[in-house]
């Protein structure tokens, strides 16, 4: 039905830079809204940005003046703009999306997740 595919994590070094995607795959669907969690070993999930329909952005403190979200909306894309990344940026990424499916009522999709390592 609907499928997130993430992309675009890897190796950077401190003060590096990295562009996440996350896509969106299927038919007759509209995304409510997406966004970004990231899990680092031995920490708690954190969210670190999402976005609604609305236009409503929101950054968690930890990133915020780092990351930025931008949307492909021709493409059912968005993108998580990372920099100035240091070690406590490392973490797995998952994106989600809170997408109807047809006429259903929406729910949450989650993608695979990528990793993202920031060391030197």
């Known amino acids: 039905q609907v499928q997130l595919v993430e992309s675009g994590g890897g190796l950077v070094q401190p003060g590096g830079s990295l562009r996440l995607s996350c896509a969106a795959s299927?038919?007759?669907?509209?995304?409510?809204?997406m966004g970004w969690f990231r899990q680092a070993p031995g920490k708690q999930r954190e969210l670190v940005a999402d976005?609604?329909?609305?236009?409503?952005?929101n950054y968690a403190d930890s990133v915020k003046g780092r990351f930025a979200i931008s949307t492909d909306s021709a493409k059912n894309t968005q993108y998580l703009e990372m920099n100035s990344l240091q070690p406590e940026d490392t973490a797995v990424y998952y994106c989600?999306?809170?997408?109807?499916?047809?006429?259903?009522?929406?729910?949450?999709?989650w993608g695979q997740g990528t990793q993202v390592t920031v060391s030197s």
């Open positions: 976005t609604t329909s609305g236009g409503t952005t």
């Open positions: 299927g038919s007759f669907f509209s995304i409510y809204a």
């Open positions: 989600y999306g809170l997408i109807a499916y047809m006429s259903r009522p929406p729910i949450h999709y």
